[in-house]
């Protein structure tokens, strides 16, 4: 009995499902039978409108209200408060030290190289950071001086020679190869890198020197930078795949090149940089 009940209810359960599975279905279909009947009577009315466009107006120019750098000499009290300045280049207040001193401008970087010999490398580092924003050539000489300084920290020296490049690169290829022989090969690539953008000959034969570098990532910077110098065209060579024996058998190119053309030789301008399209 308890067999033949549970088989009927199960039976009407079906049965029901199913006339709820077909009422589903066939309101499925009626609606999206209206929603086709629907786009096609608003087929007609659909079209595009081009909407105009106005420009709008230029912002006009504001005041200037920023306060140009110093140029007059310090006065004995603005050099007190310089020197007074220095320790808070290393710590909470390094950027508003650092913006005090670019306020001051040229006349106060003779106090800033004080700086490069100060115990706190942040300091020194803030200083030379600080130098490259008051943009004064004449900080050059101290800049490779730090440089080239063998107890100085690898970070600052690499700073030190990229705001010299920056700021005189005439004088800075003594830099970059007393750099190409020191032992730390985060230096010699900083060498490597930073040739490019000394357009001296006197870099050409330590760049030939450090594409023999044992360091693949070290020679391949100086091969960069030697390409970008010279413009020199050699044999394709597989320098991300190569070894230093490699590497010393395809500088004897740039060596026989170099022979020849040290005396005639004369570096390439740079390559313009190409405008930006500008779309009215």
Do not use: C
Not at 84 to 93: D, E, F, K, T
Not at 149 to 169: D, F, G, I, K, Q
Request: proline share 10%; no cysteine; glycine share 4%.
């Amino acid at each position: 009995m308890h067999s033949t009940g549970s088989g009927r209810s199960g039976s009407r359960g079906s049965s029901m499902v199913i006339r709820h599975g077909r009422g589903w279905a066939i309101a499925i279909s009626l609606l999206m039978s209206g929603i086709g009947q629907a786009a096609e009577h608003a087929q007609p009315f659909l079209h595009s409108v081009q909407i105009p466009y106005n420009r709008p107006p230029l912002p006009e120019a504001g005041p200037n209200t920023t306060v140009p750098p110093n140029t007059e000499p310090l006065s004995p009290e603005e050099v007190k408060r310089a020197e007074a300045l220095l320790p808070l280049l290393s710590g909470n207040q390094e950027f508003w030290a650092m913006g005090q001193f670019v306020h001051l401008g040229a006349p106060v970087t003779p106090i800033l190289v004080k700086a490069l010999t100060m115990p706190d490398p942040r300091l020194r580092y803030n200083a030379i950071e600080t130098m490259k924003m008051i943009k004064d050539p004449s900080v050059a000489p101290a800049l490779v001086k730090s440089a080239i300084e063998p107890l100085e920290m690898p970070r600052v020296r690499e700073h030190a020679l990229r705001t010299a490049v920056r700021l005189n690169p005439a004088v800075t290829p003594q830099a970059i190869e007393a750099m190409a022989k020191d032992s730390h090969d985060s230096i010699r690539k900083a060498a490597a890198f930073e040739a490019r953008h000394v357009r001296e000959n006197a870099v050409i034969p330590v760049l030939i020197g450090l594409i023999q570098d044992e360091e693949m990532y070290v020679a391949i910077t100086a091969f960069d930078s030697l390409m970008r110098l010279t413009r020199h065209n050699t044999e394709m060579h597989d320098w991300q795949m190569s070894t230093q024996k490699d590497r010393k058998e395809w500088a004897k190119e740039w060596i026989r090149w170099w022979e020849v053309s040290e005396d005639t030789f004369e570096i390439p301008p740079p390559p313009r940089r190409r405008r930006r399209l500008q779309f009215p």
